[in-house]
């Protein structure tokens, strides 16, 4: 069954430290997104990709954070520097949207510590 | 803007005691609304995806339905494997993004 994988699974950094996290999508799928989600909340979007174009980052605190999605297939979220409030679940999510489907795919989420 | 209030924050049950979860929107343009179970410390899982008013879905011992102002989940005969939290989300507009309410978690007790 495919899914998406993302790594790593924990990560625990101390704050002004850089942090990177990692995203494969469902083989196919074009639009790839990043959600943060803060313990007890629901995810709230930080960006989205339809290929290898930013189709909306309103919520990415850009000073900080970074995305980038080179080949239109893997993605990589950066923070620099890390601050004790980022200390979330980041989680990625894929779809077809835009192909015929709307529903999202999430992988199993990085958990990050700040210190 | 875009609000999606689940309630109860919390529901706690016995093995085989049926009941539903709440998920009320208040959006312009709902495209869809969507279902996922999310178990600690993982990702979201999809359950279903309901478009229109009167529209219902089944899957197992889960039932979603679908007004134009909430949609419920309905669990009949729950069991303990069933505890997680279930969160809603609604799409809206033409860029696909969800905008998620804050979960139930649920809890069966055997």
């Known amino acids: 069954e495919a899914e998406v994988a993302q790594s790593p699974r924990y990560k625990i950094t101390e704050k002004s430290q850089a942090v990177a996290f990692w995203c494969d999508p469902i083989?196919?799928?074009?639009?790839l997104y990043w959600y943060r989600q803060i313990l007890g909340q629901g995810p709230e979007l930080l960006v989205q990709f339809q290929d290898e174009s930013v189709v909306d980052d309103s919520q990415l605190p850009k000073d900080r954070f970074s995305a980038e999605r080179l080949k239109g297939v893997d993605s990589t979220l950066k923070i620099q520097p890390a601050e004790l409030g980022d200390s979330a679940m980041y989680l990625c999510?894929?779809?077809?949207?835009?192909?015929?489907?709307?529903?999202?795919?999430f992988g199993p989420g990085t958990r990050l510590t700040v210190l | 803007e875009d609000q999606v209030t689940q309630s109860p924050e919390a529901l706690r049950l016995q093995e085989g005691e049926s009941s539903s979860l709440n998920c009320s929107y208040t959006v312009s343009g709902l495209r869809g609304l969507f279902w996922y179970r999310q178990d600690p410390g993982k990702g979201p899982e999809f359950l279903f995806t309901l478009y229109s008013a009167g529209e219902e879905k089944e899957k197992e011992r889960l039932k979603a339905t679908l007004t134009k102002k909430e949609s419920f989940l309905h669990i009949t005969a729950p069991k303990p494997e069933d505890s997680a939290t279930y969160l809603c989300a609604v799409q809206v507009g033409s860029n696909y993004k969800l905008t998620f309410g804050k979960g139930t978690l649920l809890t069966v007790n055997p």
């Open positions: 083989s196919g799928h074009a639009t």
């Open positions: 999510a894929s779809s077809l949207a835009g192909q015929g489907g709307n529903e999202q795919f």
